[in-house]
């Protein structure tokens, strides 16, 4: 069941939000899995995407306005003046913002660890499952 809330807003919006957010978690995890261990770095980043992805389709979902930003600090915090419980990922969510590249050029190619994708993983899941949650969407 949608939450009334949701049901007056365009749902085109936020669903694209998440359509995004699950497609660029879907790819991190199959970076994950693969066995030549050296996607890390694209699949740390892709982790982080996709929690933003989410984030920014929860504020569209409570028409609340939000900076151009790649900060999951920032965007859960947004997120937490809506629903407290947001506050427990706020750490997560600066620890994670750490993943996104800025620059896609070789020297500021980062180089994220197999321990670091696992631990996005988890996140990921965790915020995913959590906005789906309280969005009434699972």
Excluded at 9 to 35: H, M, T
Excluded at 38 to 59: D, M, N
Aim: hydrophobic residues 35%.
């Amino acid at each position: 069941m949608v939450k009334q809330f949701m049901k007056e807003l365009n749902l085109k919006d936020v669903q694209e939000w998440f359509d995004i957010g699950n497609n660029e978690f879907g790819f991190a995890c199959l970076g994950l899995d693969d066995e030549q261990d050296k996607f890390y770095a694209q699949v740390c980043f892709l982790f982080q995407q996709a929690i933003e992805k989410y984030l920014k389709g929860y504020l569209t979902a409570h028409n609340i306005k939000f900076e151009k930003t790649h900060d999951l600090g920032y965007l859960c915090q947004k997120c937490s003046n809506i629903n407290k419980e947001f506050g427990e990922f706020i750490k997560d969510c600066e620890m994670v913002t750490q993943y996104y590249i800025p620059s896609r050029y070789p020297v500021h190619w980062p180089g994220h660890t197999r321990e670091q994708a696992e631990k996005g993983h988890k996140i990921a899941e965790k915020i995913i499952g959590f906005v789906k949650g309280d969005l009434g969407l699972e």
